[in-house]
């Protein structure tokens, strides 16, 4: 069990093109870490290239929902979104852009096409907070933050604490908006 370390906005590795796995055997350590370090942080989500690893998988495990079950320790690599249905605005956070929460508008179901731990392929579809967690995930594979997703407004006002957590590591106050 290792806990890594989780990079933050501002951190060129964020926004790296990331490569799409092909061996699958080599994963696994990676994987184990991924999750120890997303238990240990609080997170529900976490993007291979959060840790400093450019490669196309994350994980998502959502304990404690209200109305579902819980999600289990998912591991989706490789993946693509082939559909998107509807609208949801909800309010997300980042392991990677700490202290800040704020709404984010996304399509409230998607298909995707994914490879799981072993390589096989599936294609499932997902809604509510799953989808939301995965569409969040999957914005990090391509080097994009959910502050990239705010309104013009929520976007002005979340600038400084950005920059903040560019050159510190985090904001000097926290926001919720
Ligand atoms: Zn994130």
Known sequence: M???????????????????VLD?????????????????????GLAANQVSVTVDLFIVE?????????????????????????????EEG??????????????ESITLKFQDITGEERTEEFS?????????EKDHLKGIFFTDRLSPANKMFVKKALKEISSAGKPSKEIVL
Request: aromatic share 4%.
């Open 128 to 136: 509510g907070l799953l989808a939301r967690v995965i569409q969040h």
């Open 94 to 107: 980042c392991l990677s852009v700490p202290d800040i929460r704020a709404p984010v508008t996304r399509p």
């Open 62 to 90: 959502i304990v404690d929902l209200e109305d579902e079950e819980d999600s289990g320790k998912l591991v989706f690599i490789n993946s693509e979104i082939l559909a998107a249905a509807g609208s949801a605005t909800m």
């Open 24 to 44: 699958f055997k080599t994963i696994r350590g990676l994987v184990d870490d991924m999750f120890d370090t997303m238990d240990e942080k609080g997170g529900i």
């Open 2 to 20: 290792a806990i890594l370390p989780v990079v933050t906005y501002g951190n060129p590795v964020l926004r790296e093109k990331v490569s799409p």
